[in-house]
């Protein structure tokens, strides 16, 4: 898929939307300027009084038990992968057949894989985008990046009365 048809596709997000507010984020600010995208950051939740967390949400639409992390993001041209540009706090990490998301702090996301010299012990898996370049990213259990791990959440859709229940299934204690 092409860049904008991703963020297309990242701005659908209805169940995620209904979250931030169910955690009591005040205001849900969409970025659409593409400067601030090559960043990283899809949203802003802001909170309190000029209190607010940055939020890259990455989606997956088939359902894969584990954690890909984009080291390059155009290898022919030799462009690092969000692992290394991205400036949001957190990774919303949505496996959408699963009904279930990941949130994940980023800082300690970077420094786990990094610690563990994953970028060059792993094995790496080409994704062809467009036939035009390729992305190389590395799959990671999710065991093994627990420690960034701040909130598991899972969640039904009643789609009678169109509500949203979610269900948290991680013990950790975070704003989220």
Do not use: C
């Not at 092409?2 to 931030?20: I, P």
């Not at 890259?56 to 155009?74: G, I």
């Amino acid at each position: 898929m092409s860049f904008n048809k991703d963020l297309q596709y990242s701005h659908d997000d209805r169940v995620l939307n209904a979250y931030y507010k169910y955690k009591g984020f005040k205001y849900i600010q969409v970025i659409t300027d593409l400067e601030t995208q090559k960043k990283g950051i899809d949203k802003i939740l802001h909170y309190g009084r000029n209190q607010s967390t940055t939020i890259d949400e990455k989606k997956r639409r088939t359902t894969y038990d584990d954690l890909l992390v984009e080291t390059m993001k155009n290898v022919e041209r030799n462009k690092k992968g969000w692992l290394y540009y991205t400036q949001a706090d957190y990774i919303i990490y949505w496996i959408e057949p699963l009904n279930k998301f990941y949130i994940l702090n980023f800082k300690k996301l970077q420094e786990i894989i990094f610690q563990n010299d994953w970028v060059n012990t792993k094995p790496k898996l080409n994704t062809y985008v467009n036939r035009i370049y390729t992305t190389a990213n590395i799959s990671l259990d999710w065991v093994e990046v627990e420690p960034a791990i701040q909130n598991i959440i899972s969640y039904d859709i009643d789609k009678i009365n169109k509500k949203i229940k979610f269900k948290k299934e991680s013990l950790i204690k975070s704003p989220f």
